[in-house]
């Protein structure tokens, strides 16, 4: 189902779509701004991993690669896609939030983003840029990983080209209280958070960030 929000009416439906690398933080900060997303009526998706329910990290629905496999062909997700191993799904149920008029943040995947864009020409892309410096600690307090998959997954990273200039850039090196006041500061100024009443939103406003990686 395609959410396009250039109609005439503005809606504050709308697909939120995080990205950022392995470690950045998105789980914490989407566990920091939850309480004052759903207070402003926005909808955090729950994604389906092909994790162990033991593993640490964020609040998935963990399944087996065969249990995920049904799901997509069963057309349980709406977006899904493979990253470093694991099969990722986001729930078909965004799709009825966005159609009753609810704001939707997904943690996303970089590699996907531009399939998701074609879905959802509306989204809002949000990226987490962080300093390799700090990666490096998160990723080793996390302990997932061995010191040389830490240090390949930083190289990697530093590979990466920038975000596109459509990508609403936060950089979370520091403090998640400041990231978490961007974000919420990047919601309100799309109308996302604060104006639901008038369901208004400014596309296009982009004075949180340009792309800088």
């Not at 005439?8 to 566990?31: E, M, Q």
Request: hydrophobic share 40%; with cysteine; proline share 3%.
């Amino acid at each position: 189902m395609q959410h396009d929000a250039s109609g005439t009416l503005p809606s504050p439906s709308r697909l939120i779509f995080l990205i950022g690398p392995s470690g950045s933080g998105k789980d914490s900060l989407i566990d920091a701004v939850r309480g004052e997303l759903h207070a402003g009526g926005i909808e955090i998706a729950r994604r389906v991993i092909t994790r162990s329910a033991e593993a640490r990290g964020e609040a998935a629905h963990s399944v087996s690669r065969e249990q995920f496999e049904a799901m997509c062909a069963a057309g349980e997700f709406a977006l899904h896609w493979q990253a470093n191993g694991l099969c990722y799904g986001i729930p078909a149920q965004v799709d009825s939030w966005l159609a009753g008029g609810t704001a939707v943040l997904v943690n996303g995947s970089r590699g996907h983003l531009a399939e998701a864009r074609r879905q959802y020409p509306g989204l809002l892309a949000v990226g987490l840029k962080v300093s390799t410096q700090a990666l490096r600690a998160r990723l080793l307090a996390r302990g997932r990983e061995s010191n040389d998959e830490i240090e390949q997954r930083l190289a990697r990273n530093t590979a990466l080209p920038a975000y596109d200039a459509d990508v609403h850039v936060l950089d979370n090196s520091t403090s998640l209280e400041a990231t978490v006041q961007a974000l919420l500061g990047l919601l309100r100024e799309q109308g996302l958070l604060g104006n639901k009443a008038t369901g208004a939103f400014a596309v296009g406003d982009k004075t949180t960030g340009k792309a800088h990686d």
